[in-house]
């Protein structure tokens, strides 16, 4: 499929849209221009997602569910954070302590799990959000508002990460393939990392309508050949000439920190993503970059930029190399379907009284399960410390074997 055919099959933007693109448009090419006219993709991304008052995750659009750009696990269905509250529930009868939730996106799960855990009398001393997005805090704060009194008072937000570690459960859902990413291509000259670029390549200002970026290649750095040379080592054979990828360095100051966090408990990494020697795959010779927009996805970062999301999926190898280098322990690696099973999404269904909610229960079941949907695509890791006690939701599958 062609750019242009991409572009032509997305919603035209909003006159809000459209403005607030050209200013954060403005912004990234006054960045681009002050480093001499060129940006590694890592930049880019950071300042397309998380530029102060611009960036996707920092502006006030509509991000999530029916009227954003894409629908999350917790936004499809209350039976995924009722499992996820299971297993808490496991956790924090042997810890003791809170929840941290990072990035709570619309609270919708951080409500759920509360309301599931007061049913089974299993409830945190808090439920602490780490959220980067003062809109989204808002958005949260008012959803937390329907809650009973003795579970919103449990809730409260952090600006960063916690000093002194805590005991129980850290939960990040979808939050590290928007951890900002490096891109390379393979050719046969050499490693070429992808960075962005200006099309007018003028250094006088420009109209902010006619701000354009493309896609520009430099030679690699020491750093991404070392990243490419352990990549290699783990694959079967060479990757081809014109092969694209990314990875994403900051995986492992970002698991490192959040390991700091956890004094003993469980870790729970849910999102999109494969381990390294299915991710580097000789056929995925694209990588796995994706924007969404109004539930659109492409594959062109370079538009939109602020009212479109940007992910890549996370190479869960690197990921597990991460924790066990800051001391935690790899305890389970699952699809998400076999997760929710171990955790008996099966059985919340069937309780369900009336046959309309036994159906409507069924159909959402199936969204989280089926391997066209989420299924398969979301892979759930446990990273725990000082944790003896079984997790459930890897008691069905075991896949520490692939990383």
């Known amino acids: 499929m062609t750019a242009s055919a991409q ?65 999350t696990a917790p936004e499809a269905s209350d039976l995924y954070s009722r499992c996820i509250a299971r297993q808490c529930a496991a956790v924090l009868a042997h810890t003791g302590g809170e929840i941290l939730e990072l ?26 959000i780490l959220e980067v997005s003062a809109d989204l805090a808002a958005r949260q704060r008012e959803r937390v508002a329907s809650l ?42 050499g490693l ?5 670029g200006l099309e007018d390549h003028g250094n006088e200002p420009a109209a902010a309508s006619q701000i354009h970026f493309r896609e520009q290649a430099v030679a690699a750095d020491a750093g991404l050949r070392s990243a490419e040379a352990e990549i290699l080592d783990s694959l079967a054979e060479p990757l081809a000439p014109g092969y694209t ?21 469980l870790l729970l990494l849910c999102d999109y993503g494969l381990p ?26 370079y538009i939109n930029v602020g009212v479109q999301d940007i992910t890549a999926w996370v190479d869960f190898t690197r990921a597990a190399d991460a924790a066990l280098a800051a001391g935690l322990e790899v305890s389970g690696f699952a699809t998400q379907a076999a997760f929710l099973l171990g955790l008996g999404i099966e059985r919340l269904v069937h ?28 892979k759930m890791m446990a990273l725990t410390r000082e944790l003896a006690t079984p997790l ?12």
Not at 37 to 58: D, R
Not at 153 to 165: G, K, S
Not at 353 to 378: K, T, W, Y
Request: proline share 6%; net charge neutral; glycine share 8%.
């Open 7 to 71: 572009h032509s099959m997305l919603p035209p933007l909003t006159a809000e849209e459209r403005s607030h693109s050209e200013h954060l448009a403005a912004h990234i090419r006054a960045q681009l221009l002050a480093a001499g006219g060129w940006l590694s993709f890592e930049q880019f991304m950071e300042l397309t997602l998380y530029a102060p008052g611009l960036g996707y995750y920092s502006a006030g659009s509509v991000k999530l569910g029916a009227d954003g750009d894409f629908i």
């Open 103 to 128: 990035g709570a996106g619309s609270a919708r799960m951080a409500v759920a799990v509360l309301n599931e855990l007061a049913a089974l009398r299993v409830l945190p001393e808090r439920y602490a």
């Open 148 to 189: 009973p009194r003795p579970l919103r008072e449990r809730v409260v937000w952090l600006e960063r990460l916690p000093e002194r570690p805590l005991r129980g459960v850290m939960l990040a859902n979808e939050v590290a393939d928007a951890l900002p990413c490096r891109r390379f291509r393979c050719e046969a000259g």
């Open 192 to 196: 070429v990392e992808l960075g962005v």
């Open 245 to 265: 990828s990314e990875l994403c360095p900051r995986v492992t100051p970002w698991i490192a920190a959040l390991s700091a966090c956890l004094a003993r408990g």
């Open 276 to 301: 390294r020697r299915h991710y580097y795959h000789p056929q995925r010779t694209s990588g796995t970059l994706r924007c969404h927009f109004r539930h659109r996805v492409h594959d062109d970062p």
């Open 351 to 378: 309780e369900a009284g009336e046959v309309s909610e036994h159906a409507r229960l069924a159909g959402e079941a199936r969204r989280l399960m089926m391997p066209e949907e989420m299924g398969e695509a979301i």
């Open 392 to 403: 459930e939701g890897f008691a069905l599958q075991d896949l520490r074997h692939l990383l």
